[in-house]
């Protein structure tokens, strides 16, 4: 019913993080690129990226089973108080094994995407 609400805050959590990441990396004076490594933002953004797309696929799966309505409370779970609790078990079970598998499969593309960069600079400077 608001599974999507799980994601979606860790997408806002996830967003912030990158925007103060993204300013400590400015003032480095040597960019993570010159070194073999892909910025730390770079790839928050890429979680970020993955947890607002699925969130908004889920909303719309809501929106469409009609779950979640344009009027207010916005949820049709916030009705009655025994909806509300499935509800909320539904966040905690769903919500949270989403966001985590999300993480999980983002995990696996930095540790990729770091081998495959590492890989690319030790072939260019024995090519030197």
Known sequence: MACFLVPAGEGVVTEIVKKIESKKEK????????????PFSRK?????????????????????????VPYFPFLTAMDNKEDMLEMFHEM?????????????????????????????????????
């Open 27 to 38: 003032k480095l004076e040597v960019p993570a690129q010159d070194i073999g490594k892909i």
């Open 44 to 68: 928050l953004g890429w979680l970020s990226k993955l947890l607002w797309g699925g969130s908004a696929l889920l909303a719309f799966e809501h929106v469409w089973h009609g779950e979640v």
């Open 92 to 128: 905690g079970t769903v919500g949270v094994s989403m966001s985590l598998l999300i993480t999980a499969v983002w995990v696996g593309m930095c540790v990729a995407a770091d081998i495959i960069v590492k890989r690319e600079v030790s072939s260019k400077s024995i090519a030197k």
